[in-house]
Structures are given as C-alpha cells and as structure tokens.
C-alpha cells in the first residue's frame, strides 16, 4: 500500500519548501479525487449504492427521534399537523355491506357517511373510479362528501386524468335542499402517480404533481410557467390544504427541485402501536446495533407491522370484527377523530401494492399516507436528493468541503506520524516488521503444499460458511495483539501504541466532522441520507491511503516547477 | 383499483412468503372476535355510541345494496330515549329499525351500522359483569350503584326504561 508520504526523495523539498502550503494543496488534492471517486457511476451504479446505503440508515436509525421525528401521540390528535390513519378496505368489508369487488361507488358513500361521525380532518379515497357508477351511487357519494364538506373535512378523490371526475358528473344529483351537486365542488381531485427507482423499483420518492395531468381547457395559461399548472399528488395537496401559508405552499415545498422531481420519503422501521391489535409481525423497532451485527440482521429486513396506524374498514363498519375499540368507541375516536385518513384498498388482485426499503409487497395507499406524514414530521421540508436539485454545483461543492475536511484530517495524521517511513509505510494497523518476519519464520518452516492447502481450505469454508467469518475475524486481531505483544521490541510497541493513538484521534475527529456534515446536510440542505455511509467511508481514511498516489503525482509537479523556477523558467 | 403493471404481476408471483398485505388480511380475519350480535332474540336498540353525533342510517337491502339515508340524532329516533325494536339485521353489521320516517319518504325501513348503537345484548353482557336491575311491582327499575340507564331487563319486554333510582 502507498503511503501518503512516501514518495520519491525529490518529492519531499517541494512540500517542505512550501510549509502551509503542502498540506493545503495535497488536502485539496485528496478531497477532489473523493469526490470524483464518490460520484463516478457512468453505469448508474453509484445510484444503487447510494439507495442501499439510505436504506440502511433508515434501516437501522430510522426510530430515532433525530432521524425520522414523531408527530404528537394520541393524546394530541387535535394538535396540527394531524397524524395519518389508514383505512383498508377488503373482502370481508365489502361482504359486510352485500357489496362485492370492484368496489362500489355506494360502498364509499357509506364510509364517507360512517366516517363523518369520527370528524377526521380530511379523508382520501385512493380509489379509482374507472367506470361510470349507476346515477344513483354517484348521487349517494357525492352527498356524501358534500356533507362531509359542510362539515369542513374535504374528501380527496384519486384521479389520473380529467375524465375520472367528469365521470361523476352530470348525473344531475341534488342535495336534500334541492341544490345541484357537482362532483368538481365537492371532491377534490389529486393525483396518485408513483415515484419508484428504475434500479429496483423501490419506491423511494414521492412526486410533487403529475405535470402532465390534462387539465380541463379553463386552467390552460395559469402555470407559474404560462403552461398548465400540474395536478397536485395526494400528500402534497392534502398537506398543503391544511398548512398556514396555502397559497405558497406548494411552491415553497418544490423550492430548488427541478420539474417532475420528487421528495424522498423516509420509511420508518417501527410499527404503529395500533396496529398491535391486528398485527402477526411485531410493532417494535430495529434491533439493537450489537445484536444486529452479531445475528446478522444489520441489512433491511421485511417488517410486517406498517409504520402508519392502519384500521380495517371491517372494524368499523362491524363491532363484530373488533370488539376491542371500546364500549363507546373510544379507540375509535383517540385514532380517527382529528386524523386524516387515507382510504385504500387491500386486494391482491387490484396491483395496488408497493415495494419499499421495508416491506416487500404494501397496499399502495401507504405511500400517500407515508408521504404525508412525512410532509408533516420534516415540516413541509421533505429531503431531496442532488440529482433532482436545480442547482447541484452547490450540493456536490458542500461535498467537497466535507471530503476536504476529512482529507485535510488525514494529512494532518500523516504529518504527526513524522518521517518514519517504516511506520508509516505499515500504518497503524498493520503488522510490525518484527512480526511478519516472525509469521514468515513460522510459515517457512512448514511445507509449502501444507500452509497451501490449509490456506485453500480455509478461504474455502470462510466462503462456503459466512458464519465464520465474523469469528474468524475477531480470532485474527487477539492473534495479530498477541504475536505484536510478544516479538515486538519496546521501541516497536512504544511507536505503535502513539500511530494507534493518533488513528484514533483522526477517526474520532473525522467521524465528528462527518456527523456534523450529516447534521447540517440532512436539517438545513434537506439532503436525504444516501451519502452517509460514503461519507463514514472516507473518515476511516482507508479511502485516502488508498488514493494518496495524486499526492505524490502532485509532489512531483511541485518539483518540475521548482526546477523550473529555480533555472530561471516560468514560476 | 390501479392498472396491473408489470412489475407488480411479478410481485403477485412472490406474494405467497413475507408479503405484508397478506398477513394484515389474515390477521384481520383471525382478529375476528364473533359475538351473539343479531342472533340474540329480542334484540333492541338502547342507546347510541356516537359521542351524542348525529347517527348514520342507511336505506335499501342486501339484495340491492345499501346507500346513504341521512343522519340524525338519538333523539329524533328515540325521542324518549326508549329502546328501539330491531327488525332485521344484516351480517352483523345493519341493524333494521322500524322507523322508515326519519329521513323523510320513500327511503323505506332505515337501517344503522351495529358500531354506532349499543344493543341489548351489549347491555346485557356488561351489566352481568358488575351490576344488576330488575323491574319493580310498580313498574319502576332498581339497579345496583353501578348500574347505568337504561336498564333493560333480558327477560322482560318493558313499555319503557326508565333511569334507575
């Protein structure tokens, strides 16, 4: 491995003769290659990398209160902004009502009615009308959520294009004082796109609007752009409704990102206490770092518990189904009243499901709930990553003062090593010349096809059996302690023990200066957490050992020109 | 409800191991706490559980579907807060009032979700638990301390409940 400094003899004048400035410029140096390296993906292969590596923040984090924060519990259900509540409709729901699928309009009438008397704040149907209803049921759902409007809880409808709604019109519906109703004043079309990563169809982001949404010929000219503005999706429009500034909402939500952009939307491991009640899987959260590592459960598993309070269509519309809810409903009022929910269905033969970093197969009406909730816990400030930025130069030039930063810690390590070149040539954590030469001695001695056969062996059941590895791995470092304990003179362990203190010195600076970075990255730059672990990466300075040939290149061009000034050439 | 695209046709394949919407169905079935509910003889209706909201009723049947009626309070069903007959019920969810006047003509027999009424049954199987009223010679209830209005006796078939002295 190259050493930082251990270049070539004729490298070593010029970073002398330069005192601040050598360290400067290799610090410099250092820090562009990081970030070249970081973001070099012409195979789109840093975007993988970056979706696994958030996923395993939120994976192992992502129940702390600093990561993915709480909206107020039960207790302050009425306190802006409200939490989300998920209503799944399904088989046994429908059957409570003789209905069967594809859902009837009638059918939602009769939630939108049942609902009315939790007074949620707002109610999605994430549903798609795609056939005309019988007059009569469009009439029905349509009273009802022109009831639900008087009682100032808007009804939401999914919609993906302008005939959805135009479906429900001109059924020539009345109110019970004789008022036509219209399906454009009483329901409020939002969009339902997804947002997944083309890489594994994970869905990561969540879209502002549909920008192509057909808008009707009326709305044609008032895009901030002079074309039509797009139809808002559903969290985003839910969101804004309900936020102070309404008008500049949007507006201030999408601020930097570009056109068909979207926000990332952070999947909590923990599942709602709710869903306890109903739930095979566990609701608690990821397991404790230690017993991740050591159970091998420190990727993204599968969690079966959602993390949205999610009840059953069925347990509303029967006691029969949970009879738990209190004997005055209320469990059921604690969790609706206040709340806005989010109606979907649960039918594995609809497609409506989702992939997520947690979950392999989710009713689709999760996403929208997930994305308003998460519009709410960041404070109408949802993370964005760099490539949807309008303005990326100053995302990637604040990761280059990071990785400057960091670069600028390992030179500073370097230089406090001295010019020994025997230590610095090994690095801290590498063996001592003493002790190789005495696990040479021990290896010499035995026959080459032995030491061959049993080195084959064991790479052999590493790979075949992974659960060695990890005790394999600790055995190594007490061997390697206690051959260094044991050959190595009192000079050797003396340098060895100040190169470790100084690691660790730079690994403890470095680690605070990347939780800084993340700090700052993630609360004012709304940076979503992809580059962490890179950014952890680099502050073990393995990245930097790695690549200080650019110094050493950088040393010699140093050296040209101080020859060349020095003979009276260009300076 | 959303077009079947092709990714989630290969995920439909998958579904059978750790899908999580298979297992919130399946929960919710095995959830299920049945009750006596309809098949109680001599059901009634005695008193909402709305937080004194407006009750939902529904028109139509189960051979032609369910629709919104309108809503209204206990007290224009009950305006003496007596127990209401239940004529029918559907799949323990609808019970059938008498009343087919509330939300005005032609709505026929009016139906209400069983989650928002308390019946008899579900007085019955609470009051067993701590408290006790029977119907005095003078027509008059008396219920232990606990007791909570209406009493509403499973043997009897009052004219009226009345609060509990």
């Not at chain 1, 609360?523 to 952890?536: E, F, H, Q, S, T």
Request: net charge neutral; proline share 7%; with cysteine.
């Amino acid at each position: 491995m190259i050493s930082g400094v251990s270049g070539d003899s004729a490298g070593q004048a010029p970073a002398r003769r330069h005192g601040g400035r050598g360290p400067f410029i290799e610090s410099l140096l250092l820090a562009t290659v990081a970030l070249a390296v970081l973001n070099f993906h012409p195979f789109g292969s840093a975007h993988l990398r970056r979706h696994f590596s958030q996923d395993l923040i939120y994976a192992w984090f992502g129940d702390a209160e600093w990561l993915h924060p709480r909206l107020p519990g039960s207790a302050g259900l009425r306190l802006a902004p409200p939490r989300a509540v998920v209503m799944l409709v399904d088989d046994a729901a429908l059957a409570l009502r003789g209905a069967a699928w594809p859902v009837p309009a009638a059918f939602h009438a009769q939630l939108l009615t049942e609902l009315e008397v939790l007074r949620p704040r707002a109610v999605m149907l994430d549903f798609l009308l795609l056939d005309r209803p019988p007059s009569d049921d469009i009439c029905a759902l349509l009273a009802a959520a022109d009831r639900l409007r008087s009682d100032r809880i808007p009804v939401y409808l999914a919609v993906t294009r302008q005939e959805d709604l135009s479906r429900l019109m001109n059924a020539n519906c009345m109110d019970d004082a004789g008022k036509p109703l219209r399906a454009d004043e009483v329901l409020i079309p939002v969009s339902v796109r997804r947002q997944a990563d083309e890489t594994d169809f994970v869905s990561r982001r969540y879209p502002f609007e549909e920008a192509d949404f057909e808008q009707p010929d009326e709305a044609v000219g008032q895009g901030a752009e002079g074309g039509a503005p797009g139809l808002p999706s559903a969290a985003v429009r839910i969101y804004c409704d309900m936020a102070a500034q309404r008008d500049r909402c949007a507006a201030d939500l999408e601020r930097g990102a570009l056109p068909q952009a979207g926000f990332e939307l952070a999947w909590s491991p923990r599942g709602d206490p709710f869903n306890r009640r109903w739930s095979k899987a566990g609701c608690g959260g990821p397991p404790a770092s230690l017993r991740a590592i050591v159970d091998r459960t420190m990727f993204p598993r599968e969690t079966g518990c959602p993390p949205i309070a999610t009840l059953f269509a069925s347990a509303l519309l029967s006691p029969a189904e949970d009879s738990a809810l209190g004997a005055n409903n209320e469990q059921l009022f604690d969790l609706v009243e206040g709340s806005t929910v989010f109606i979907g269905g649960n039918f594995r033969a609809s497609g409506d499901l989702i992939t997520t970093p947690m979950h392999t197969l989710l009713p689709g009406v999760y996403y929208h709930a997930v994305a308003f909730e998460n519009l709410a816990i960041f404070g109408g400030k949802p993370k964005i990553r760099e490539e949807f930025r309008r303005f990326p130069l100053g995302i990637y030039l604040y990761d280059w003062c990071v990785l400057w930063a960091l670069a600028a810690i390992f030179v500073w390590r370097e230089k406090w090593i001295g010019a020994d070149a025997e230590a610095m040539h090994h690095g801290p954590l590498s063996p001592s010349l003493s002790a190789r030469a005495w696990v040479a001695h021990l290896i010499a001695r035995t026959p080459v096809a032995l030491s061959l056969s049993l080195l084959v062996v064991a790479s052999l059941f590493l790979a075949a059996y992974p659960v060695l590895q990890l005790w394999t791995l600790i055995a190594a470092i007490v061997t390697a302690v206690c051959i260094e304990v044991r050959v190595a003179s009192r000079g050797e362990l003396k340098e060895r023990l100040r190169n470790v203190g100084l690691y660790l010195g730079a690994l403890g600076l470095s680690l605070t200066v990347v939780a800084f970075a993340i700090w700052f990255g993630y609360r004012w730059l709304r940076l979503p957490p992809g580059d962490w672990v890179g950014y952890l990466s680099f502050s073990t300075v393995g990245f930097f050992v790695a690549h200080t040939a650019i110094v050493d290149f950088g040393r010699h061009v140093g050296s040209i020109r101080l020859t060349r000034t020095a003979s009276g050439g260009v300076s | 409800m959303k077009p079947v695209p092709m990714m989630f046709a290969m995920l439909l394949l998958l579904a059978p191991t750790f899908a999580p919407a298979q297992a919130v169905a399946q929960a919710a079935t095995s959830a299920s706490a049945p009750r006596a509910g309809c098949a109680a003889a001599n059901l009634r209706i005695v008193g909402p559980r709305t937080k004194d909201r407006p009750l939902p009723l529904m028109s139509g049947d189960g051979a032609h579907g369910f629709r919104p009626a309108c809503s209204v309070p206990w007290s224009a069903l009950s305006p003496r807060n007596e127990p209401l007959s239940v004529e029918a019920c559907f799949r323990d969810s609808l019970l059938q009032l008498t009343n087919d006047s509330a939300c005005g003509a032609s709505k026929g027999k009016l139906w209400v979700s069983a989650r928002w009424v308390l019946t008899s049954t579900d007085a019955a199987s609470e009051g067993t638990k701590v408290v006790v009223c029977q119907q005095l010679e003078t027509g008059a209830y008396a219920g232990t301390r606990e007791l909570k209005p209406p009493c509403v006796p499973a043997n009897a078939t009052p004219a009226a409940s009345a609060p509990a002295h």
